[in-house]
């Protein structure tokens, strides 16, 4: 495995640095853009820049030589022009950054090889500076190939306007043909590529690849710049620091040279900038200011510190677990940001706060808000209860019982969420009280829509939450049949103010100085390209609200 050291964020914890390859530059005959453009990243002066070029030859082994252009229109006279090279050492692909054009403006994109050869032509949006009125932010999360179209995508595609997509994370998932909504993918004629697990770096790009054929994919990336941060399944299921659910050493390798080939396939092919490998935080820790509007902060929950989920394990059954489960989720010393990432964080909020902006959102993976596991006893009776047991699709029967179990001993809905990490949580709380922010926290992961206020241990409102529901992967709901889990969650936990287990699509929002306002957009369906979408709950916040009403 041949590892580039802007990688080198991938190799945390292993102490290793690989070498890479750099070949010399020549031309080539054929070559094609067959995985579109993109753009990424945004300042006030331009952004990251993306593409890959694939050679006629699948045994090529030179550099070959590009320009790119960025205009004010389609067809426009260039501004900004360069030259760059597709390495197969970063498997064709190329990332330049132009840095000479204005702030707050639309510019649209395109590379071009040595015979004429042109890419499609992208489009993107500076960040603005000073005074600004508002902000169009599309917020999406979790896309299996092999779940469904991405329709969203498409729809995301076609908005008049859009200034940068947020994406929360799950953008690839390294299963297999066989694997989590394989079944889906063969109906669907979606089966994922390779048809094997992705452990190797071969294979991640193999995947990254596929992802990028997708044409509403490709569409979307076309429209606006993409702010990314990776969540667990551009590695593997349950991530964490020194491993994860989906990573058996013995038949897979080290975690360490996994992590690393993830990375670097991620650092390739997404339109997100390249850290320096002595500072690989940098990579991922970053935060864009819209002005005097709103401080956006992405913050990394999965690689870097987070500690093993306190979730059951093994064969032993649930009732004996779950005093271990609790003893190991109420444990003070469990990271989820770590301390150097949430000093970080604080930084920002407490720069943001002191000159008046009127918004911090923080980009983040994983549902923040106290959410209970319902009890159906409690909400329903016993012999209610009984019936909406037996009503449960048979294969999910004994998973939800058990669960009832854990909820009743106190448990909460989701131990791989920030629910499972409570003193993390309370740490990164009283961060955001020293920087007197009241952030809007953005969630994705799982694959439900959620509006949610945050509030501490004491019962003080924190900040509000809103979470975005999947492109296609399936949910909770899904499973469960006609069992409204989405209604008994909210009946359950008093800081859930809404929740739709069900609907696939994004959230598209809106910022102003005076409030924001977020719809819930989702797709009448994501098993055939002819679909409509509609908002299905509008959530208007004012600014300087503690919570939601």
């Given amino acids: 495995m041949t590892v580039n050291r802007r990688a080198a964020l991938g190799l945390i914890g292993s102490g290793a640095v690989l070498p890479s390859v750099i070949a010399h530059a020549a031309p080539t005959k054929g070559a094609q853009f067959l995985h579109g453009v993109a753009s990424g990243d945004p300042s006030a002066q331009g952004a990251i820049l993306w593409t890959r070029v694939t050679p006629a030859n699948p045994q090529h082994s030179a550099a070959i030589p590009l320009r790119w252009h960025v205009a004010e229109s389609a067809q426009g006279r260039p501004v900004e022009s360069g030259d760059a090279e597709a ?114 770096l071969a294979d991640y790009r193999t995947r990254h690849a596929q992802y990028k054929r997708d044409s509403m994919l490709q569409a979307a990336h076309a429209r606006a710049a993409f702010i990314c941060v990776w969540d667990d399944h551009e590695t593997a299921n349950d991530a964490w620091l020194h491993g994860a659910e989906n990573h058996q050493s013995e038949t897979e390798g080290s975690w360490a040279d996994r992590k690393a080939a ?71 010393q469990r990271e989820l940001l770590g301390p150097q990432q949430q000093r970080w964080l604080e930084q920002i909020l407490t720069q943001s706060t002191a000159s008046g902006t009127p918004w911090q959102v923080i980009g983040n993976q994983i549902v923040m808000a106290r959410v209970n596991g319902p009890d159906l006893v409690k909400l329903l009776g016993a012999e209610k209860a009984a019936a909406a047991l037996a009503a449960v699709p048979e294969t999910f029967r004994d998973i939800v019982a058990d669960t009832q179990a854990g909820y009743r001993a106190g448990l909460p809905f989701n131990l ?40 501490n241990e004491a019962g003080d409102y924190v900040g509000m939450e809103l979470a975005t529901s999947a492109i296609t992967s399936p949910s909770i709901g899904d499973a469960l049949g006609d069992l409204p889990i989405d209604q008994m969650l909210i009946a359950s936990s008093k800081d859930v103010k809404f929740c739709d287990q069900r609907a696939k699509g994004y959230i598209l929002l809106t910022l102003s100085p005076t409030k924001a306002v977020a719809d819930f957009m989702a797709m009448s369906t994501i098993y055939s390209p002819d679909y409509q979408a509609r908002s299905i709950k509008r959530v208007e916040i004012q600014a300087g609200d503690k919570q939601l009403a």
């Fill in 262 to 332: 993830a990375m670097q396939a991620y650092f390739e092919w997404m339109p997100i900038r390249d850290g320096h490998p002595d500072h690989p935080w940098d990579s991922i820790n970053r935060h864009f200011n819209f002005g005097d509007l709103a401080t956006l902060a992405m913050v990394e929950t999965r690689l870097l510190a987070r500690s093993e989920s306190a979730g059951f394990k093994g064969d032993a059954p649930v009732g004996e677990q779950i005093p271990t489960v609790l003893a190991t989720r109420n444990d003070p």
């Fill in 87 to 200: 390495r197969p050492a970063r498997d064709f692909t190329v990332k330049v950054e132009p840095r000479r054009l204005r702030a707050g403006r639309d510019y649209h994109y395109w590379f071009e090889l040595a015979d004429g050869t042109r890419s499609p032509t992208g489009r993107f949006r500076t960040l603005p500076r000073g005074k600004t009125s508002d902000a169009v932010l599309a917020v999406a999360s979790c896309q299996l190939y092999c779940g469904g179209f991405f329709n969203a995508w498409d729809h995301i595609a076609t908005l008049d306007r859009v200034d940068a997509v947020i994406h929360l994370g799950d953008y690839i998932y390294e299963y297999g043909a066989d694997g989590y909504g394989g079944d889906i993918g063969a109906k669907l004629g979606r089966v994922v590529e390779p048809t094997h697990e992705i452990v190797t």
């Fill in 416 to 455: 791989d969420a920030w629910d499972g990490y409570p003193a993390a949580r309370e740490r990164l709380y009283a961060a955001f009280a020293r920087a007197k922010s009241v952030p809007l926290v953005l969630a994705g992961d799982s694959h439900a829509f959620w509006a949610n206020n945050l509030s």
